[in-house]
């Protein structure tokens, strides 16, 4: 027979009444704690959607590591279904983000990460000047986010994170031109040959002439690329 418990929360139980990854079944949550499985069933949903669990088959129910971005993203899409200027509202708070924790963020890079950078840098040339070029766009978020990695806090990273899907989602990743992506990717090389040098002044002086591109592009007003 099931308790007459009204006061159960699935966020509460997933954050502070589970000690293993793993979660028990809605059939047994439902019994233990004295509600509905559809009850239930609608609440792990909303935990799906913030990307607290995910549920398979095989495995059940297990709780996820805590990440920030899809909870931003889902409100960030959804505000820029209603007005596609959010967009570059977001963006702006992306660059502040970034200015603001560059420093912490170069200075904990490692040589490995350095040398990741690099070849990210390289990979992007390369792709550039192949016939017919292709656009490094992977390589471009990869690039911005291996740069604050080790910054050890979940929001700015899921912030950050949230942007670039985003950034795709609204068609940036496309072809902006062969000039204005050699001129982005010539300046990418000078950050990380900075960061490689230990010129942190010098790389954020550089990582702000890497916003001002965006001055070059037609359009600003309506779009953001980087």
Not at 4 to 23: C, I, K, M, P, W
Not at 122 to 135: C, G, Y
Not at 172 to 185: A, C, H, K, M, P
């Amino acid at each position: 027979m099931m308790k007459a418990t009204t006061s159960f929360h699935f966020l509460d139980y997933l954050a502070n009444g589970v000690q293993d990854e793993r979660l028990p079944s809605l059939e047994a949550m439902s019994a233990e704690h004295g509600i509905s499985a559809s009850v239930l069933r609608e609440q792990l949903q909303v935990a799906r959607a913030l990307g607290l669990v995910e549920v398979r088959p095989r495995t059940g129910i297990r709780r996820l590591p805590y990440s920030f971005a899809p909870a931003v993203s889902q409100s960030l899409f959804y505000a820029m279904a209603r007005d596609a200027h959010s967009f570059d509202q977001f963006a702006d708070v992306r660059r502040h983000l970034e200015r603001a924790y560059w420093f912490e963020a170069v200075e904990k890079l490692t040589r490995e990460d350095i040398a990741e950078l690099r070849q990210l840098v390289t990979r992007a040339q390369q792709m550039l000047s192949d016939t017919p070029i292709q656009v490094p766009h992977s390589e471009h978020r990869q690039l911005h986010l291996a740069i604050y990695q080790h910054v050890a806090n979940p929001f700015v990273i899921g912030l950050l994170e949230a942007y670039w899907s985003a950034y795709e989602a609204v068609g940036l990743n496309r072809y902006t031109g062969i000039d204005y992506l050699e001129q982005v990717w010539a300046v990418h090389d000078q950050i990380v040959t900075a960061i490689a040098a230990g010129d942190f002044d010098l790389g954020h002086r550089l990582l702000n002439d890497h916003f001002a591109l965006i001055e070059q592009l037609p359009g600003r007003a309506a779009k953001e690329s980087k």
